[in-house]
């Protein structure tokens, strides 16, 4: 139907009775927040199925080599491990290639067409974040020229390193960084804890499509 | 499934079938009661009425601004690249789809959860084009090799036991696997994974459109939604008209009355924004994105007094209230949308005459007034599709009210009906019970024991004194 018939239709069907202004100002829900600490994100994320920590930035190659080894447990002994790095953890490039190595894991950072193909085979995917909400645990990433889609879908366990400072009390808050990312991102996701389905006799089970484990660092000054 | 509830049967024929089932009830009970309990808890801390106010007012609003807010959600999506198409009815939607099906050259189409699609039967009229059509939400994967439809709109296979579905999964894929829910979705993963990685087409739904920056976003547990609108070269979405919000201010509060009502958790895995397809500067993503907005009968249901209805936003907790869907299930209802929201939204949008009679699949208990997060009078609505059924009922049933309210309409007549049914009572009763009356009588007592009337009713014993010396069930 043309546009313009469909929404004349629309007007039509709503006569000009005045309608009610939004309201100002809502009542906290239950994503709402009050603090902003790392403390409450931690404890959601938790609570979600993921994990986290805060480290200072001259313990973050250990935090890395730590959580790349506790997410890659799972795979067998003889499998080659490999991880895909997005560049927009490029201001932790070093400690991140690093604690990489350190816990035996290959680093892979593909071109642009190659992505795909070795986000299918890679253990682990590592992205930044745009911001954390700590009455959620959840972590919004923002894909673009310098974090593929894939590099946090198709790997078994994704790890976000990104800076402690970008958290903030509840889901409201995130909103306005979140209408932000539309001008510069097709996908951005907020993502709350590993994938997850209960569609088996309500039993949870962990990682049905996206990454079945999930670690986030938050890092803070040296 | 079917797109509509069937012309062919009624709800009676369909839940007495449900009923056979004794399982069914346990289930869905089960699966109802958890998730109304921690829905409760989830708001029980907070001021539910406040919220619910503030939920149903921002519906409200951006209904009664539907055609601004369409315009202005088109104009901004189309800035972005995503093709909009305005669907006056299933058939333009179908069509539309098919087309750029087509035209993308598809062999295999992987499906993220629509509603929408449902409604118009999307599924079904790909795979007589010839095309391979995957659903991708586990439990939808597994409803649809089963060859059914979802019977719960957030545990759409909760009617299958694990034993049923590593059956299903073996036989389907000629393997042997063990009924391990963590098996069995492992096993789920590989496959759809593979499907993702192939599929030349993804479809989803949409959760709700923001009208100021042109995006949708998708709610899921699964991660199938991101998958669907990531992998595969076009992504197709699906929205009702009515799915909207004016900005992402209005998301803040909408989302978790969302998630929090449909199972009690503030947020779920995935929220998932779609602002058009992959940029240039982009390494991935969909070269191209559509959606579908489809009418398909709201614009009439805007103009008339079930306009509320359109509030819906899909949660389901008023199915897991209802009294009547915890027996006879989704499938009871023959319809894509089950439960309360389904008993008053499918005879709007299939019409009366093939659906009226689940405006009667309801004890007006008013449970799902209760607990929907948006306020919609779906008593109200059931009671006033009810009057509208009533001119279509049949002579007899016509014949019986008028009769009801004649008898009815006069104390010397009601005096009567009472001393007759005091007598004719007496033929019927067993052990305190009517269990079976004569026609026209027997199509109640068939279903239902009765009471027999006391002995001497409230209007005699007022008229005795208060300590009448009888016990009132007349023994």
């Known amino acids: 139907m043309e546009r313009e018939a469909f929404l004349g239709r629309v007007r039509q069907s709503l006569g000009d009775a005045p309608a009610a202004d939004l309201p100002a100002s809502f009542p906290a829900t239950p994503a709402s927040g009050t603090d902003a600490t790392a403390e409450r994100f931690l404890a959601e994320l938790g ?62 950072r593909p071109d642009a067409p190659g992505w795909r193909e070795a986000s299918s085979r890679a253990a682990l995917g590592v992205t930044s974040a745009e911001l954390g909400v700590a009455s959620t645990g959840s972590v919004l990433i923002v894909p673009g020229a310098a974090s593929p889609r894939v590099a946090s ?43 997850r389905t209960s569609d088996i006799e309500m039993i949870t089970v962990l990682g049905v499509h996206g990454p079945k484990a999930l670690h986030v660092l938050l890092v803070g000054e040296w | 499934m079917t797109p509509e509830a069937s012309p062919s049967t009624r709800f009676k024929d369909r839940a007495a079938s449900q009923l056979v089932n004794r399982r069914l009830p346990i289930v869905i009970g089960n699966a109802t009661d958890l998730r109304e309990r921690r829905r409760r808890e ?18 409200a609003h951006t209904l009664a601004n539907l055609d601004t807010y369409l315009e202005r959600f088109a104009d901004r999506a189309q800035a972005r690249g995503t093709k909009v198409f305005f669907a006056a009815d299933g058939a333009e939607a179908l069509d539309y789809v098919r087309g750029v099906v087509r035209q993308a050259g598809a062999r295999v189409v992987a499906k993220g959860k629509s509603m929408a699609s449902e409604e118009i039967g999307l599924g079904h009229a790909l795979e007589a084009d010839g095309l391979e059509v995957v659903e991708t939400d586990l439990g939808e ?57 192939t599929a030349d087409v993804g479809i989803s739904g949409v959760n709700f459109a923001i009208a100021e920056t042109g995006s949708f976003v998708m709610v899921t547990n699964e991660g199938n939604g991101r998958m669907v ?101 989704g499938h009871g209802y023959g319809s894509v949308y089950a439960g309360p929201i389904g008993a008053v939204l499918t005879p709007l949008l299939s019409g009366m005459d093939r659906a009226g009679d689940l405006a ?116």
């Open chain 1, 47 to 108: 609570k979600a199925g993921a994990s986290g920590s805060v480290v200072a930035r001259y313990e973050l190659a250990d935090a890395v080599a730590d959580a790349a080894r506790a997410l890659t447990s799972g795979a067998g002994d003889g499998d080659t491990l490999t991880a895909v790095v997005a560049p927009d953890t490029d201001e932790f490039a070093a400690e991140i290639e690093i604690g990489l190595r350190v816990a035996g894991v290959d680093v892979d």
């Open chain 2, 141 to 197: 994967y597994i409803v649809q090799i089963a060859g059914e439809a979802p019977s719960h709109i957030t545990a759409p296979a909760v009617h299958h036991d694990r034993a049923e579905i590593a059956e299903l999964f073996s036989r389907t894929h000629g393997v042997e696997l063990p009924p391990d829910p963590e098996a069995l979705t492992a096993f789920a993963r590989g496959v759809l994974r593979e499907t993702f990685l």
């Open chain 1, 153 to 195: 879908l198709l790997p078994t366990a994704h790890l976000v390193v990104m800076p402690a400072g970008r958290l903030v009390a509840g889901l409201e808050d995130a909103m306005p960084t979140v209408a932000g990312t539309a001008d510069v991102s097709s996908a951005p996701v907020l993502v709350t804890g590993p994938s």
């Open chain 2, 360 to 475: 009667h699949a309801s004890s007006l208990c008013g449970a799902c007034v209760e607990v929907c997060p948006v306020k919609i009078p779906l008593v109200e609505h059931l009671i006033g599709l009810r009057r509208l059924a009533a001119k279509h009922a049949g002579a007899g049933e016509r014949a019986s009210f008028f009769g009801w309210a004649r008898a009815w309409g006069s104390a010397r007549r009601y005096r009567f009906v009472g001393w007759a049914g005091r007598l004719g009572q007496r033929l019927v009763t067993r052990r305190g019970r009517i269990r079976r009356a004569p026609f026209p009588f027997s199509r109640w007592t068939a279903d239902r024991d009765l009471p027999p009337l006391a002995r001497r009713g409230f209007r005699a014993r007022w008229k005795a004194g208060a300590n009448g010396s009888e016990r009132p069930d007349g023994t």
């Open chain 2, 42 to 59: 989830a708001f029980a801390p907070l001021d539910g009425d406040g919220l619910r106010d503030a939920a149903e007012a921002v519906r």
């Open chain 2, 229 to 329: 609108t990531s992998l595969p070269r076009v992504h197709i979405a699906l929205m009702g008209m009515e799915r909207i919000v004016p900005t992402h201010r209005e998301l803040g509060l909408l989302l978790p009355m969302l998630v929090a009502s449909a199972g009690g958790r503030p947020v779920t895995t995935y929220f998932s924004f779609v602002n058009g397809p992959r940029r240039d500067d982009e390494p991935d993503g969909p070269d191209e994105v559509h959606i579908v907005v489809l009418d398909n009968g709201r614009s009439g249901i805007l103009a008339g007094e079930f306009r509320s209805i359109l509030h819906c936003i899909r949660c389901g907790a008023c199915q897991n209230v209802c009294p009547v869907y915890r027996q006879v299930g």
